[in-house]
């Protein structure tokens, strides 16, 4: 592509925000991914006894659901650390995605639990069985403990949404620890064994509720989608609007992952405009309105034809 001569270089980068790099807040994310890893873990083991004990299916599917979230933990905490691997000649952005795909795999995880608790669930519609309800309540009291002091420990790190799944994941077990203290507490003075896949069902529903905005956000970035919150209408207006812009066009926005937005795009200039401060104002505009962090924009003149900036490989025919 060529642009106008009179401003030297055909494309400059217009900068770079404030989401650039966190070295020091990927080690607390990590740090913090790795404590709740060895809490959940810990009570994953308690909590399967119990629900082996008392023959729960609502205790089975939590504990299920306990041990999919300390899988989702440790595929966390090994995306994360694939991500802080630097830039290269083959992945010039980066690593940095190997999040949003670790949080796609824990959302489609999260997704078979749920296959599993509701087989189980309706299966035993046809033959309720007894329930130790002491036992139910005491290990879903810890249960819920245990998630909740996780979930803590992640609330401060829910910028990357690798870290927003493993939480989701916590959430939604805690969820399930409720439903098992609830059920227990029922069955010391009924004998409704029925509501025990009745309550596992309402756990697989919690579950597959609160997957859906991760499996949504994480495959949004894996297809260069335009980021939630963001509108590329009103962004080219504000570049129009930008003194010495005449026009806006091949504007594209995406996310690099939960965290970086980019931007590329070409502004068409009036033959008086100073290009340098075209950049420098376009600079300040995406970082500080947007929160665009690398932005890529090419100044063209106005006497050049957008087709001619029409990068698609031409078709040849015989």
Known sequence: MSGDPSHGEDARHA?????????????????????ALAINTAFFVVELVGALLADSVTLLADATHMLTDSASLLLALFAAWVSTRPA??????????????GALVN????????????????????DPRPVDASLVVAVGVVGLVANLVAAWVLSGHRDSLNVEGAFLHLLADAAGSVAAVVLGLTLLVTDWYVLDPVFALVVAALVSYSVWDLLRDSLNILLQGTPRGLDVDEIRA???AVDGVADVHHLHVWALDSQRVALSGHLVTTAEADGDAILGQTQRLLGDRFGVDHATLQLEGAHVETAAFDCHRPTTHD
């Open 15 to 35: 900068g770079h925000g404030s989401h650039a790099g966190h070295p020091d807040h990927a080690a607390a994310s990590r740090r913090a991914l790795l404590v």
């Open 88 to 101: 290269d000649a083959r992945r010039t952005y980066g690593y940095h995605r190997a999040e949003v795909l």
């Open 107 to 126: 959302g489609l995880f999260l997704l078979g639990v749920v296959g599993y608790v509701v087989y189980d669930a309706l299966r035993r519609f046809g």
């Open 238 to 240: 504000a570049l129009a």
